[in-house]
């Protein structure tokens, strides 16, 4: 059985499912890592996965980053592992990278790229120029690794996929349900499903929300965030309609997308983000900020709303989906299709363990 040692954060939903994948796929899974304190604690140990906590040092200084590669060096001399990934390009990925893990897939979120400070990308540089493979989950993103330094032919396209069984669409009657199930009321459900942070433009979306509100009285905007680090959104618009909620298990999250009946994603920079394609699989018309990411799969009107980071613009595309049922009904639709066809968590999963099984 191969043993894959993933470095990450140990209790991150993403970090959390492709372990937890690749233990279905045969591979004897290690996780060594960080914690969020603001999320529940990782369910990996539950599955089975054994967990190693990272020196409890900031990585940013340098007897945190000293310490963070003597303890992978450690790991890799306790483990043995066949292969090593790494999460977060200019975090654990350098790390690995500077401790001489081999061989190395060096896995980018988005961020740790495109909004990538002068160290970090000096860091990614090396992690780029170290590792077996790069992987990322956008052509985009890929592009921006290639330029960074990256071998083209050791660059891989991988995404995180949807689990279809979990994300669904919703029928009238079923919607109704879930809201009040939710605590929401009867009236027209806007979603925003990213974390409250200045890239993800929560105030962009309060100022849309206003437009909204103002017109349309029974309409209601659900903010559901992470939890993790929220930027300071002082008084909320409309607030006696407006349900801000933090961490809920991610088993509950399609029941957010069910209910909804138009998804924000108004980030500055981003790069094919799984809250997306599980919107579009549970049936709900999509408002995106106008990334390079958007255009590799998706038009303008045909698998979602496409517009600048610009409130007034925000509105307009989320007050058209509202108002006009067969533009909504029709982006649905395709959207669903184009997850069908490219998007299947069990395909993107089955092509992660392939990708490692290459190194062997």
């Known amino acids: 059985m191969a043993r894959l040692l993933m470095l990450g954060t140990v209790n991150h939903p993403h970090v959390e499912h492709l372990a937890l994948a690749m233990a279905e ?34 990585r940013s200084s340098p007897v ?36 001489g893990a081999k061989p190395l897939a060096a896995m980018a979120w988005g961020s ?140 509950r999250m399609p029941d957010y997308y069910r209910a909804a009946d138009a998804c924000l994603s108004i980030t500055s920079s981003d790069s094919a983000p799984r809250t997306v394609f599980e919107a579009m699989a549970c049936g709900v018309p999509c408002v995106l900020s106008d990334l390079p990411w958007v255009h590799e799969q998706i038009a303008d009107e045909r698998e979602a709303m496409i517009v600048p980071v610009d409130a007034h613009a925000v509105a307009e595309a989320v007050r058209r989906v509202l108002t006009d049922r067969t533009l909504a009904a029709g982006i649905a639709e395709r959207a669903g299709q184009l997850v069908a066809r490219h998007h299947d968590r069990d395909v993107h999963m089955d092509r992660l363990a392939a990708v490692y099984r290459a190194l062997l």
């Not at 290690?30 to 906590?53: F, H, K, N, Q």
């Not at 963070?68 to 690995?96: K, M, Q, S, T």
Request: net charge positive; hydrophobic share 45%; with cysteine.
């Open 112 to 251: 740790d790229v495109l909004k990538a400070r002068p160290t970090q990308t000096a860091a990614n540089r090396v992690a780029l120029r170290r590792a077996a493979l790069a992987l990322a989950d956008s052509q985009a993103l890929l592009d921006r690794l290639i330029a960074l330094g990256a071998p083209p032919e050791d660059c891989r396209l991988v995404n995180w996929g949807v689990d279809r069984s979990l994300f669904q669409p919703a029928e009238a009657e079923e919607k109704r349900s879930l809201r009040a199930r939710l605590g929401l009321g009867e009236g027209p459900v806007i979603l925003s499903p990213r974390s409250l942070m200045p890239v993800y433009n929560p105030r962009i979306i309060l100022e849309a929300w206003r437009e909204i509100a103002a017109e349309r009285t029974d309409a209601q905007l659900v903010l559901k965030h992470m939890g993790v680090v929220r930027e300071e959104l002082g008084a909320l618009p409309f607030a006696d309609r407006v349900h801000v909620i933090g961490n809920v298990p991610y088993e």
């Open 64 to 99: 945190g980053a000293a310490a963070h590669v003597r303890w992978i060096r450690r790991l890799r001399r306790e483990l043995r592992p066949d292969v090593v990934h790494g999460h977060w390009l200019c975090g654990f990925a350098f790390f690995a990278a500077v401790a």
């Open 25 to 58: 796929r045969g591979f004897e899974v290690t996780v060594g890592g960080d914690t969020l304190s603001e999320l529940p604690a990782s369910r990996l140990p539950a599955a089975g996965i054994a967990l190693y906590a990272a020196p409890d040092r900031s």
